[in-house]
């Protein structure tokens, strides 16, 4: 095993867990039956105040729950504006993000210059100690910060709650068909608001994620696109937890794969490295999700719609 | 719309101030300055030097000059979109801050002859279109001294934006110096198509560290490789402005591009009417290529000998691109004792012995 192997793995893990975070967000948003396009600003704004915190205090949770926090205040101003102001969805969303890269330029003032020293790390020391595999095992499954086991929790638990939990099936008949819950007496706009107030947490979580562990610094615009990227593994993912957790980790990978490609010397052009990550998570997303009859089953089928109860 | 929105400010502000100025007496219109870049004014590097250059402007001009600027314009028609909007708002002079927007300021020249306009690192002009750079490879030349001198791997990482020959240039430059005082040193070059995105430059900098890097050298904009470069215990080079806050241990020193002598020198001639299209191409001498302080770090000696090299290239003794220079097949580029004219550093699109891989086509 060459020896960059491992640190090209855990690259790969903190580059792919703010997709996920964002991803699965946007996923449940969107199951409700509102297509939030403010990913980007609500990350960005997530990514600001969990670092201004995490400098401030010094404590890795309570930043973390800040950039939650951040971004769902975010969603709240997106969720009043679309569901009981009846905006539109499109165009307040790309207003969000706009208005996110703003603001967090403006509270980023001052931050500059300052790191943060990281999360919190889980250790295994016995298992690593496991000849050979070991510290395979112990790259792939252990000694991640908390952000990346609970991104794991998160996919699974979506998973579970929207198919399998009442509630789940409540928030998708709201995304299906909006009159039809609504006449047998589901409270159509407060349940889509809550799942806008669960995709802006995770965005900001995301966006967390970012100021946090990856490059745990503030620069301006620093998520440059990463919300967006999110948005689309939504729709190649065909609305499916584990797809976007899958489409994540693809995108993820092959980025840092490109770039050590680039290290090594293997002779394909980086324009075209750079474009693999895009191309190969829209093939294998397209692939896996082909059967055109259950996307159409898996898109809800009131996206971006507004809800006005009439009567 | 970001960029519209704030354009829409700053010319409602403009027009506040005007309403005001009305009231009193009959001032001559001040000149308004428009600034279009390519990254956030935030970035703590490219950007954030020319708006030093611009901030300058107001500051030695005072209320004879207005200035505005749009920041994070895409290179390309957005660009375009950009700089017309600029013209046609009654900007006399555009300063376009980056190699992309090449074509679109010639385009929208074109159209407005009386506006001014001055295009970054580009090389095509017109009679209203002037260009001007700075010869970073000079700084590079330094760093590369000190990167050779610093090294213990003799694995030179270069975190690079775009295949232009701005960017192959100061590669060489870093190669040929590096290697001139280490010989056995190797540069590996990450691209990560684009000039700003922290995560990706700092991914592409691991990775470089996970190769045996443990110089990082960037053209890219933000201070992201630096600062993996201090997580990962390896030396770094700030790029565009001083970045030592983001790597206390690992700056070796920082390239400071500075800009602000020759805005508000061209702000001034157009002001006095004798501004004239032209290249500009300053380095040391003139100051717009300057070194941030270097790490206590490094050897008294290397210090030495980056200060005298420095010291060379404002006299003339020393130049980056001085023969025997081979590329990477071996091939004689340059004969011993000639030095490389500005026409061929201009389009230089070859890699000299010592850096890895091949440029993308």
Known sequence: MPEWFIPFLLSV????????????????????????????????VGAVSAFAVGVTTGSGALAVLTGAFAGAAMALIFGVLTLYLLS??????????????????LMGHGMVGKTFAGLPHLEFPLLEQIPVIGPLIGTLLLGHDVLVYFSVVLMIAVGWFLNKSR???????????????????YPVNLVRLLAVLFGGAMAGLGGAYLSLVHTPLWVENMTAGRGWIALALVVFASWRPARVFVGAYLFGGLTIMQLHAQGLGIEIPPQ??????????????????RDSALIRLNAPACLGKSFHATG | MKLGKKLGLLSG???????????????????????????????????????????AVEKALGDKVKTSFVESVPEGADATRVITRLASTGHGLIFTTSFGYMNPTVRV???????????????????????????????RHVIGLIAGKMTKTNVLGYVASFPIPEVIRG????????????????????????????????????????????????????????????????????????????????????IIDDWAPYY?????????????????????????????????????????????ARKGIIDGSVHPFAGPIKDQSGKVILKAGEVMDDKTMLGMNFYVEGVEGKIPQ
């Open chain 2, 109 to 139: 020249a074109k159209r407005f002859p009386k506006v001014k306009f001055e295009h970054a690192t580009g090389f095509k002009r017109a009679d209203n279109v002037a260009t001007y750079s700075a010869r970073f490879y000079e700084g």
């Open chain 2, 171 to 254: 590669i060489n430059a870093v190669a040929i110096a590096a290697r001139s005082v280490n010989p056995k040193v190797t540069v590996k070059v990450v691209w990560v198509s684009s000039w700003f995105d922290p995560g990706k430059e700092a991914d592409a900098a691991k990775a470089l560290v996970d190769q045996g890097a443990d110089v990082m050298l960037q053209h890219t904009d933000s201070p992201a490789p630096v600062q993996a470069a201090e997580r990962r215990g390896i030396w770094a080079v700030g790029q565009a402005s001083d970045m030592k806050a983001f790597g206390p241990k690992a700056h070796l020193t920082a």
């Open chain 1, 167 to 185: 509630a789940g099936m409540v928030l998708r008949a709201v995304g299906e068909n909006h009159n039809a819950a609504h006449s047998i007496g």
């Open chain 1, 272 to 289: 075209v490295l750079a474009m693999a990550p895009y191309l190969a998570t829209i093939l294998v997303l397209v692939i896996i999700s």
């Open chain 1, 88 to 105: 539109n969805q499109v165009a307040t969303g790309l207003a969000l993000t706009l208005f996110g890269l703003g603001l967090s330029a």
């Open chain 2, 264 to 308: 508000v020198e061209r702000t001034k001639a157009v002001l006095d009417g004798t501004w004239k299209s032209g290249d500009v191409w300053g380095g040391f001498k003139s100051g717009m290529v300057k070194l941030s302080s270097y790490n206590s770090a490094i050897p008294a000696d290397v210090v030495a000998m980056a200060e005298k």
């Open chain 2, 13 to 55: 502000l403009a027009a506040g101030v005007m309403l005001a100025a009305t009231g009193i007496a009959q001032a001559a219109d001040p000149l308004k300055v428009g600034f279009v870049y390519v990254g956030p004014v935030g970035d703590h590097g490219w950007t954030y030097e020319h708006n030093q250059g611009r901030l």
């Open chain 1, 13 to 44: 893990v903190t580059a792919s867990t703010p997709f996920v975070f964002a991803g699965i967000g946007e996923l449940v948003v969107e199951k409700s039956g509102v297509l939030n396009l403010g990913v980007e600003g609500m990350m960005i």
